[in-house]
């Protein structure tokens, strides 16, 4: 059984806030405030490295309601956030390695197929650091952050894919 260790990585003026909603999360608070989603998810992928990770996953915050779509019916059944991930890790053991692999919010649910390829991935990311070699996430206003990061995965042939069977609610 895969064992996700979990940590909230928050602004200092959000930390009072989140530790009154969550006591007992362990915490880590950014050292620099207000410098974009980029800062933060480098931040996150730094840590992670740090810890001799071969993976992480980073979720936004605003983030609720995990389900797992089951194949060739329309129903979904609510599943707790750490199993959502635990399952879709399984999953992506079977698939080829990629840089980045996401689960999609329930409005952008499309595809019919259980693992979309080289698409883009938002919110609820798989970093596999292994693949992920010196890509960085870069302010990218044209494109944002998530497509210009994806983009750099799929040009540099580390690739990445959606987890079709998961989504959540934002």
């Known amino acids: 059984v895969l064992a996700l260790a979990t940590y909230l990585i928050v602004e200092a003026f959000?930390?009072?806030?989140?530790?009154?909603?969550?006591?007992?999360?362990?915490?880590?608070?950014?050292?620099?405030?207000?410098?974009?989603?980029?800062?933060?998810r480098n931040f996150c992928l730094d840590k992670a490295a740090s810890w001799d990770c071969d993976a992480c996953w980073i979720l936004d915050d605003d983030l609720f309601d995990f389900t797992r779509r089951e194949p060739n019916k329309r129903t979904r059944e609510l599943v707790l956030a750490p199993d959502a991930l635990r399952q879709a890790e399984e999953q992506l053991a079977t698939h080829p390695p990629v840089a980045l692999a996401g689960i999609p919010a329930a409005w952008n649910q499309k595809a019919p197929e259980?693992?979309?390829?080289?698409?883009?991935?938002y919110c609820c990311i798989h970093y596999r650091l292994d693949r992920l070699g010196s890509l960085?996430?870069?302010d990218s206003l044209r494109l944002g952050e998530d497509t210009d990061m994806a983009l750099q995965a799929i040009t540099t042939g580390a690739g990445t894919c959606r987890l079709n069977d998961f989504d959540y609610q934002m």
């Open 136 to 138: 960085r996430y870069r």
């Open 114 to 121: 259980s693992i979309s390829d080289n698409v883009n991935v």
């Open 14 to 40: 959000d930390e009072p806030a989140y530790r009154g909603a969550y006591p007992r999360a362990a915490r880590i608070v950014l050292p620099d405030q207000d410098r974009g989603i980029a800062y933060a």
